[in-house]
C-alpha cells in the first residue's frame, strides 16, 4: 500500500498508482523523500546487501555508472533488504559505515540516493517495489529464477513476480514508467546500453529544462 499525495492519508494499493513519480520512500537518514523529485530523468533502481560477496564489484560499478551518467539524467536508487540470505543484518545508521570501512571498504562513498532497509517481497513490502513488480512482472534474462528454489524464502505471500535475489535492478523511463528488469546475472554493460537508450528518449524540452547534457552520437565507454 502506498499513501498518494491529496489522498487524505488514505492507503491505496500498487495497482491504483500510474507512476514511480506518485510514490515516497523513506531515504537513509530517515527523511521521506518524494520520487516526483525524479521527474524527468532515468532511474535505476537496485536492492542491495553489504554482506552479499558481490557487493564490493556492484556497488563499485553503480558508482562508476552514475558519474558517467548522471549529467545526461541518470539516478540510481539503493534499497538495502535482509531478505535474502539474512546479509543485510545492520541499522540503517550502520550501513553507511559498513560500505565506507568494510565492504566495499577504502573510503567509499555512494554516489547513488541511499534510502531506508525495506523488505521487497511479501506483506511488507515497499510500496516502491509492489508498482515495479506490477509493470515489471519477470526480469528479462531469467523469468525462472525465483521458482527453481524456493527452500530459503521467508515471506510471504509468495508471488511467481517476487525479487529472486540481491542486486535485481528495475530501469524506469523519465516518464515514471517501469520499463526493463535484471537479475544480478545481468552484466552491467547490457544495462547501461539499455539505460543509455532511455536517456537518449528524454524530450529535449525536458532536458533543456532540467539541465542535461546532450549525448554525443555514439554511446560511451564504461570503465
Not at 524464502?153 to 542486486?167: A, C, E, F, H, L
Not at 517501469?178 to 547501461?192: A, F, L, N, S
Amino acid at each position: 500500500m502506498n499513501l498518494l499525495p491529496g489522498s487524505n492519508d488514505k492507503p491505496v494499493p500498487a495497482s491504483s498508482v500510474t507512476s514511480f513519480h506518485q510514490l515516497s520512500a523513506l531515504l537513509n537518514n530517515g527523511h521521506v523523500e518524494a520520487l516526483s523529485k525524479y521527474e524527468g530523468r532515468v532511474c535505476l533502481v537496485v536492492n542491495m546487501a553489504t554482506g552479499d560477496s558481490a557487493t564490493k564489484q556492484e556497488l563499485t560499478q553503480l558508482n562508476t555508472l552514475v558519474n558517467l551518467l548522471r549529467p545526461r539524467g541518470l539516478s540510481v536508487l539503493v534499497f538495502p533488504c535482509n531478505q535474502f540470505g539474512g546479509l543485510e543484518p545492520y541499522h540503517d545508521d550502520e550501513i553507511p559505515l559498513i560500505l565506507r570501512h568494510v565492504r566495499p571498504g577504502a573510503k567509499f562513498e555512494p554516489q547513488f540516493q541511499l534510502f531506508a532497509k525495506c523488505d521487497v517481497n511479501g506483506s511488507k513490502a515497499s510500496p516502491v517495489y509492489e508498482f515495479l513488480k506490477l509493470r515489471q512482472p519477470q526480469p528479462i534474462n531469467d523469468s525462472a529464477v525465483l521458482s527453481r528454489d524456493r527452500s530459503s524464502i521467508t515471506w510471504q505471500p509468495v508471488s511467481r513476480y517476487d525479487v529472486s535475489g540481491n542486486y535485481e535492478k528495475f530501469v524506469v523511463s523519465y516518464d515514471g514508467q517501469p520499463v526493463k528488469r535484471y537479475t544480478h546475472k545481468t552484466p552491467i554493460d547490457q544495462i547501461r546500453k539499455d539505460v543509455e537508450t532511455c536517456l537518449r528518449k528524454i524530450p529535449k524540452s525536458v532536458r533543456e529544462h532540467l539541465g542535461l547534457v546532450a549525448f554525443e552520437s555514439q554511446y560511451l565507454t564504461f570503465r
